[in-house]
C-alpha cells in the first residue's frame, strides 16, 4: 500500500511541472502578464485545435506533412543502407576514399541548399521531398558504413567457420551488429528530416502543417498559429517515440538500448 | 647486406636528412592528396559536367567561376560583411544563451534536485518544439529587427546547453565527490577540481550540438526575413537569379559550419585531455 501511494507521489511530481507550466500558459495571458493578442491562452488553443479537428483540416495538413516526410525519409533509407552496406562491407577502400566527402555533404545546410532545389526541381513536391532525402541521407549513409565496419570481425570469423554461407552471414550476423549504430543515424534523418519539412513547407506549400503555421502567422490568428505548433512538437515526439519503440522491438537481442 | 647497412650508417651520421625531409613533405602531400582524392574528382565532375552540357549551366555554375565570384566578393569587402554579420548574430545568441544555461543547469542538477526534476520534463517539450514554426511568434513579440533573429538563436541553443549540463553534473561520479571531500577539499576548489572537469564533456556536447543548430536556424532565420548575412546572400542572390552567388554562399557556410566544427573539437582536445577518446561523440 505504501509502495503504492509513493510512486503514485512519484508520478505526481514527474507530471507537476508540466500542469504547472500549462496552468501558467492559461491564468498569465488572462491576467494580462503577458499580451494575450500575442500568446493567447491554452484553452483557446486547445479550442483551435479542437476546431482544426472537427472540420478536418488539421487531418489533411497532418497527411501531408507526413506523406511528404515518409516518402523522402523511406527513400533516402532506401538508397543509403544497401549503398552503406556496400560500401562499408564490399568496397572498404573505396568508402574510406568517400568518407571526406560524405562529411561535407552531410555538412551543407540544407536549408540553403533550398533554393537549388527549387531551382531544380519547381517549387512542387519534389522541391520538398528532395530536400528531405537530401537531409535524409547523409546521416543513414554515414552511419550504416561505420556500424558495417564495426561489426566484431570475430562473429563473422566464427560463423564462417561454423560454415554459414554469405547470405546467413549477412543477416544474421552483419545486419544485426550494423542495426544500432544505423537506428542512430536513421533517428538523426529522422529529426533533421521533419525540421527542415516544416521549414520547407513555411517557404512554399499550399497545405501542411508549415504551412498552416505560415499562413496562420500571415493572417495573424495566433491561437491557431499556436495549435499548428503544438502539432508539431506533438507528432515529432510521436515520431521519436516509435522509432524508440521499432529499435527497441527489433534490436531484442540487445541488452538495454541505449537512450539517448 | 652492405646497402642496408650503408643506409643506417648514413642515416645515424645524418647525411641525408635533407633529403629525407623532402621525401617526407612529399609523402605528407601525396597522403593528403590521396585521403581527399574524392573531393578532387567531386570537384573535378563538377566542373566537366556543366561545361561539357551534362547539367543546365544555368542551375550549376562551375567550381571556377564560383571561385572567381568567391574571390570578387571577398576582394570587394561585401563577403566578409556578410560572414561579419551572420557570426555577430550567431556568437551573441549563442553567448548569451551558454551564459544563462551552464549556471542554471548546475543549480537545478546540483542543488535543487527536486526542482529539476519537476521541470525537466517542461524543458524537454520546449526543446522539442520546432524553432521554425516558433519563427512567426518572435517577430510578432520582437520585432523583425535584430532582437528577434538573437533571440531565436538564443531559444535554440538554450535547451541542448541546459539539458545536458544538467545531465552531467547528475552523472558525476558520487565517489570523486565524496574522495575528494574526505581529504579535506570542500567548497569552491570541489566545484572547480571535481565536478567542472567531470561535468565538462557533457557541456561539450551540449555546446557542440547547440552550435550547430545555432548555425542553422541562423541562415534560415536570415533567409525568411533580414537585410544582410549570408542567409540573406542566398535568398537575395536566388530571387535576382545569380546562381554563382547562390553556389559562393552556400560553400561560405559550409565552410563556416566545418570550421566551427573543428573548432569545438580541438577546445574539447584541450579541456577535456583527461578523457581518453574526447572527440568521440
Redesign the interface.
Known sequence: MKDHVNSLADKLIDVSGIVIFFLLWEIAPRLGIVDGQFIPPLSQVLLAVGKLAADGSLFIHIAASLQRSFIGFVLAIAVAVPAGFILGGVFPALSRQLRPLLRVFGQINAFSLFPIFILFFGIGEVAKVSIIFWSTIWPVLFTTIVGVQNVDPLYIKSARSIGADKFTIFSKVILPGAAPVIFTGIRTGASHAFLMLIAAEMIGASAGLGWLVQNSAVNNIMPRLFAATMTIAFLGMTINYLLYLLEDNLLDWKQSSERG | METALQKVVEKRSGKHSEQDKVGMLLNKIIAIVY?????II?IGIWEIAPRVGWVPQT??SPPTIIVSTLWELLVSGILIKHIGVSLGRAVFGFVCAAVLAIPLGFFLGGWFK?FE??????LR?LG??????????F???FGIGEVSKISMIFWVCLWPILLNTITGIKNVDELLIKSARSMGVGGGRLFFKVILPATSPNIFHGLKTSSSVA??ML??AE??GASSG??WL??N??TNYQ?PI??A??IT??AL??FM?YLFVILERKFISWKENPAEY
Do not use: C, H, K, Y
Open positions: 585521403d581527399s582524392l574524392s573531393i567531386f542551375f550549376i527536486l526534476r519537476i521541470l525537466t520534463p517542461v517539450l522539442e518544439v520546432n524553432p521554425f514554426s516558433l519563427f512567426p511568434i517577430i510578432l513579440l548555425f542553422f541562415i534560415a533567409m525568411i549570408l542567409g542566398i535568398w542572390a536566388q546562381i547562390l553556389f554562399a552556400t557556410i559550409s559550419g566545418l566544427n
